[in-house]
């Protein structure tokens, strides 16, 4: 059973930083998409930052230049946060977009979230 499991979050002051985790467990055929999202109440869930299957990362209009997105193996993915805006504040998502098995059809999988909260 494919698990993602997310950490790293918390509150932090407005120009501070953070970095979130997301480290995938379980049998996984091949990543076709590997990357963060963030919602707050009320609105759709938003992409912030992933790698895809075409190789550099793209990020939200939003966050270029103070996001990056990194990992260090085929199953851990990192944001480094850097100059928080309190618009920033949002429950965190990491997202694969994954085949479990060579007949298997690509699937989405979610982990459960961290908050984020920049303070003003």
């Known amino acids: 059973q494919v698990q993602l499991v997310e950490s790293g979050g918390g509150l932090v002051q407005t120009g501070g930083s953070l970095r979130l985790s997301c480290t995938v467990s379980?049998?996984?055929?091949?990543?076709?998409?590997m990357g963060w999202y963030r919602q707050t109440p009320g609105k759709q869930r938003e992409l912030v930052a992933q790698?895809?299957?075409?190789?550099?990362p793209n990020y939200a209009d939003s966050v270029k230049g103070r996001f990056t997105i990194s990992r260090d193996s085929a199953k851990t993915v990192y944001l480094q946060m850097n100059n928080l805006k309190p618009e920033d504040t949002a429950v965190y998502y990491c997202?694969?977009?994954?085949?479990?098995?060579?007949?298997?059809?690509?699937?989405?999988?979610w982990g459960q979230g961290t908050q984020v909260t920049v303070s003003s």
């Open positions: 997202k694969i977009v994954a085949i479990v098995d060579w007949f298997a059809a690509s699937k989405d999988y």
């Open positions: 379980g049998s996984i055929f091949r990543i076709n998409a």
């Open positions: 790698f895809t299957s075409a190789g550099s």
